[in-house]
């Protein structure tokens, strides 16, 4: 900072600037209110079909979000100028203060004509006018003087110079988006930077040097500015592609980092989840220095890497992505190199490769060792939607001359791969984590929602890469059962995608015209045969939590449909028909025949001395309350965009107080009373105790529709009855046989 220019620096520019962007703030502020409470809540509500529910209202959706960065970012470059205009204008009143207080010692300040300055008396006692008393002062008043002006140029240039650096990282961080973080002010910001760097130097350390207090500062850092996109970003590209491999790699290597191994191992799983936060934040940034450390990750995952020669690429980095949302196009590029090179190693998927042998131990989180790459990759594609869809969609092997057909993805892992002895287990039990990811990442890929997660009002309809896969999911599963059923930890997430795709199983179990309208979908529906469905929710059946998640799922959905079917407010040409009667019937005896089904598969579970006795099922009912409670809250709408999208599988309403949220309050208290009851280890008790409270449940239901509607309450006996008789028909349904129906039924 040159002694002139702050001197005399006039800030009027500066000033505007800052007014300016005040004036920005407040403006995206109301427009960020008018997003979310008028053009998403608008989309919410709207009723969407065919490419509308797929891409306009995720685009709507998508749209209010940026309003929202825009106003975090807008937030950040006014404070942080507004702090610096502060600054700046301090240091010029300390500037003029300290050249003011040298006067009254016969001292000033000027310039030195090449942008430093020179401390001189203002009045030379030899050319003093005569009788005139000069100021006295000694060379420590020039010294001190000296020292002061220089110390204010240098906070004055260190607060230009950081705040230009943070407002170039800030704008540089998303190329056509905006960040979504707001720093108060430029110390903040500087000190989110600084500590990057000084991180990023340890972790660049020969990991023989790097000490437990060395340790303990990276982890403390990544702990606490993890979700920090300036810190991510600089900490990322400080390190490089290739400190971040030799970090890990030369950490848990016992030859390199053997020492903290024995100090501070217990700690290692906490710094790999908040390296692995730390990476998926930075992944987000597009900035020229992130991209390139992406496309250096890729080109590195085939080759060795540290060292000592044994350990590739995508071992390493593969455990640093299993925590946090990477960047969906960087998941997609390294998927299909990882399986470029997966195809290598296995020869075409014949051969079993990863398996453990001299490699140092990778991973903390979980069971497994981490050499095989697809376990962290995987579980990295759970978090990540939009990037599991396209690599289960992308082929292991493309249809060529050397191969008649193309094998997908989704085909080699779910029902080819020979998965890799990859466990830590001293007893060498064999590590199931990597299938157990799988399913997960198959849950992110047909939801379009992070696993483990509920469906939201936003979670966009269901697109055809989706509803592609969950047909595929389907048929592997009716074909070759044995997948999902010696496979049971798999059927969580089978479950939960079953759920939410209840409209489509519906619509495959009916041969009634007219399904679109009886069970209406947005966005794209799944083509299933209703064998294949029957078979797979069987398999499904067999495991209490895939069992849990779609009972419960179907009953949610029959209460909504039923309300929204009845409701005397329905368009025309929404309505499947007019006759309430056979509406109920209909409604209630399909639904029936889905909770038949999976009560046999319930059955089928409990017949077998290995897989326990019946109260986990009820367990599992109960537990699933607590992923439902107060999760989404979303009243029962109007409209198909309601009943039609993913929520509605995903048990929209189910703590809102509505109708099919009382519903399930009966279903859940009556399932914890069985439950403290006793154990049902009989089939033939499962069977009448799965009747009855379907009976009872669809009975529960109709009364509440019908008494909000004010309707004929004996629609409540034709709707128990029919349930009674689908529950009858899963039987003759998964024998291939015509079941019956509710003509048969008298009353």
């Known amino acids: 900072m040159k002694f002139e220019d702050l001197y005399h620096a006039d800030f009027k520019l500066l000033d505007d600037a800052v007014s300016d962007w005040g004036l920005l703030v407040r403006n995206l502020t109301d427009l960020q209110k008018q997003a979310r409470d008028g053009l998403h809540d608008k989309a919410v509500k709207a009723d969407w079909h065919g490419v509308n529910a797929g891409v306009s209202k995720e685009f709507i959706g998508k749209t209010a979000g940026e309003f929202d960065d825009a ?96 407002l170039t990282a800030l704008v540089d961080e998303s190329k056509y988006g905006f960040s979504g973080v707001v720093y108060k002010n430029r110390d903040q910001a500087e000190k989110a930077v600084q500590e990057a760097d000084e991180l990023a130097k340890l972790a660049k350390k020969d990991p023989r040097q790097l000490t437990a207090k060395d340790f303990d500062a990276i982890n403390n850092g990544l702990r606490q500015y993890h979700d920090d996109p300036l810190f991510a970003e600089e900490f990322a590209e400080r390190l490089g592609a290739k400190g971040t491999e030799d970090f890990w790699l030369g950490l848990n290597d016992s030859r390199e980092g053997g020492h903290l191994g024995y100090e501070r191992g217990y700690k290692f799983a906490e710094l790999q989840k908040n390296l692995s936060l730390t990476l998926a934040t930075a992944s987000q940034s597009d900035s020229a220095g992130m991209t390139q450390w992406k496309q250096q990750v890729i080109d590195t995952g085939g080759r060795a890497v540290g060292t000592n020669g044994n350990v590739l690429g995508f071992q390493v980095m593969s455990n640093l992505m299993r925590d946090g949302d990477f960047d969906d196009k960087f998941m997609t590029d390294y998927g299909h190199a990882l399986m470029k090179t997966e195809r290598f190693y296995t020869d075409d998927g014949k051969n079993v490769a990863w398996q453990a042998s001299l490699c140092p131990q990778l991973n903390y989180e979980g069971s497994d060792g981490g050499w095989d790459p697809l376990n962290g990759y995987l579980k990295g594609l759970s978090n990540n939607p939009a990037a599991a869809t396209n690599f289960f969609n992308d082929d292991f092997i493309a249809q060529d001359s050397h191969h008649k057909s193309a094998v997908s993805n989704f085909d080699y892992l779910f029902k080819q791969r020979h998965w890799p002895m990859d466990s830590i287990d001293p007893h060498g039990v064999h590590s199931t984590v990597g299938q157990n990811f799988l399913a997960q990442a198959l849950e992110a890929a047909t939801t379009g929602h992070p696993a483990g997660e509920m469906p939201t009002i936003d979670t966009p309809a269901h697109t055809p890469a989706q509803t592609g896969l969950f047909e595929d999911i389907v048929s592997a599963t009716a074909d070759k059962p044995e997948l999902l059923t010696t496979r049971g930890y798999m059927s969580d997430s089978f479950g939960q995608i079953a759920a939410e795709y209840l409209p489509d199983i519906n619509r495959a179990n009916t041969d009634l015209p007219h399904t679109d309208l009886l069970y209406p979908i947005d966005g794209s529906a799944a083509h299933l045969d ?93 537990q699933y309350q607590n992923l439902i409670s107060g999760g989404i809250g979303t009243a029962v709408g109007v409209g198909t965009s309601f009943i039609g999208s993913p929520v509605a599988g995903g048990i929209v309403g189910g703590a809102a107080g509505t109708a099919t949220g009382s ?64 529950y009858y028909n899963a039987q003759a349904i998964l024998n291939g046989q015509d079941p019956g129906n509710t003509a048969d039924i008298a009353g």
Do not use: C
């Open 71 to 166: 106003t975090k970012e807008a937030t950040s470059i006014h404070n942080i100028l507004q702090d610096t205009r502060d600054e700046l204008k301090s240091y010029k009143q300390q500037l003029h203060q300290a050249v003011e207080d040298g006067r009254k010692k016969n001292l000033t300040v000027i310039p030195s004509g090449d942008g430093g300055f020179i401390v001189t008396m203002v009045v030379h006692p030899d050319r003093a006018a005569h009788g005139t008393s000069v100021p006295e002062h000694s060379v420590a008043d020039e010294d001190d003087l000296r020292d002061r002006v220089q110390r204010i140029l240098n906070n004055a240039a260190k607060s230009d110079s950081t705040a230009s650096q943070v």
């Open 530 to 622: 209703g064998r294949d469905v029957n078979k797979f929710l069987f398999a499904v059946g067999q495991n209490p939590e895939g069992y849990a998640a779609v009972e419960v799922g179907q009953k949610a959905y029959m209460s909504n449909l039923l309300q929204y079917h009845l409701d005397p407010d329905l368009p025309a040409d929404h309505r499947f028909t007019s006759d309430h009667k056979l509406l109920v019937q209909t409604v209630a005896e399909h639904s029936g025949e889905v909770s038949g089904v999976l009560g046999l598969g319930r059955m089928e579970a409990i017949g077998s001395a290995a897989k326990g006795k019946d109260d986990a099922f009820n367990h599992a009912v109960a």
């Open 663 to 726: 519903a399930l309050q009966w279903l859940f208290q009556d399932v914890q009373g069985n439950a403290a009851d006793g154990a049902h280890d009989n089939e033939s008790q499962v069977w009448q105790t799965g009747l009855d409270r379907n009976s009872k449940y669809t009975q529960t239901a109709t009364e509440l529709a019908v008494k909000r509607y004010h309707l004929s309450p004996d629609l409540v006996n034709y709707a128990s009855n029919a349930s009674h008789q689908g």
